[in-house]
C-alpha cells in the first residue's frame, strides 16, 4: 500500500532555479492539494484539485504553479526558485465527499532549500 | 491567516497523565479535525468533528467543539510516550469552500516516560 508518494525527499536549488515537486497517489483520490510547511506555522495550503482538469488556489499560491492531467498526479511546479520558498513541502489526497469531509492522506514531504 | 492559534506551543508531561490542547478558528466551518504528526513525517488523521456536533471521542481521544466561541479541544487521556508527537487542528473554509483546508500552527506534546 503505497499511499502517497512525494519525491525527492530533499532537494536544493539556487535562487531562479525552477524544479517540479512529484506527488503520486493510488487510492484513487479525486482530491489531491499542496501544502508548505515552515517553522512555527503550521501547513499553508498552496494550490488544489478536486479532479483531472480542475485546479485552484489556496492561500499561498504565488510562485507555484500546478496541473492536474490524470487522477493519481499532482505536481507542483516552482518557476523560479527564491530563498522564500525553503520550507517543507507536503502533498495530501482524499475522496470528495463534499462538506463532510474525508480524512487527508498525506505524503512524508519534501524538504527544500533555495540558496 | 484564515485560521487561529492552537495553545499551548508546546506541552511536557509524565507518561499516565493527561493532555489537552486547544485551537481556536476565524471563521464559520463545516467540520474540523485533528491530525498527528510524528518529527519528520507527514501527518496522520486522528479524528473528525461536524460542526453540529459538541464531542466526540475515539479510543483515548476526546474532542470537544464549540462553534459559539470558535474552538475545539483534543484531550489526550492515560498518555503514552508513544504520543509524543505535535498536534494540529485543521478546519475547511466553511460553506461550499469545503475543500479548502487550513491548519493550526500545532501543539507540540513530549510525553516522558
Known amino acids: 500500500n503505497a499511499g502517497v508518494t512525494q519525491t525527492p525527499k530533499f532537494q536544493v536549488l539556487k535562487t531562479g532555479q525552477s524544479m517540479t515537486l512529484q506527488c503520486a497517489q493510488d487510492?484513487?483520490?479525486?482530491?489531491m492539494s499542496w501544502y508548505r510547511q515552515d517553522p512555527g506555522m503550521g501547513l499553508r495550503l498552496i494550490h488544489y484539485s478536486v479532479g483531472a482538469g480542475i485546479t485552484d488556489q489556496g492561500e499561498v499560491p504565488n510562485g507555484y504553479n500546478v496541473s492536474r492531467s490524470t487522477t493519481e498526479d499532482f505536481p507542483l511546479r516552482l518557476l523560479s526558485a527564491a530563498p522564500s520558498q525553503t520550507s517543507v513541502y507536503f502533498c495530501a489526497s482524499s475522496q470528495l465527499t463534499g462538506r463532510i469531509n474525508s480524512p487527508l492522506h498525506f505524503g512524508n514531504g519534501t524538504r527544500l532549500t533555495v540558496t | 491567516s484564515q485560521q487561529g492559534e492552537e495553545d499551548p506551543q508546546a506541552l511536557s508531561i509524565q507518561e499516565g497523565e493527561n493532555a489537552t490542547m486547544n485551537c481556536s478558528y476565524k471563521?464559520?466551518?463545516?467540520?474540523l479535525q485533528w491530525y498527528r504528526q510524528n518529527s519528520g513525517r507527514g501527518l496522520v488523521h486522528l479524528i473528525l468533528i461536524r460542526s453540529n456536533e459538541r464531542e466526540k471521542h475515539s479510543g483515548r481521544l476526546r474532542v470537544t467543539l464549540d462553534t459559539s466561541k470558535k474552538s475545539s479541544s483534543l484531550l489526550i487521556t492515560a498518555s503514552r510516550a508513544a504520543d509524543t508527537a505535535s498536534y494540529f487542528c485543521?478546519?475547511?473554509?466553511?460553506?461550499?469552500?469545503?475543500?479548502?483546508?487550513?491548519f493550526g500552527s500545532g501543539t507540540k506534546l513530549n510525553v516522558k516516560p
Open positions: 485543521a478546519t475547511d473554509a466553511g460553506g461550499y469552500n469545503f475543500n479548502k483546508f487550513y
Open positions: 471563521t464559520s466551518i463545516n467540520n
Open positions: 487510492m484513487n483520490h479525486e482530491y
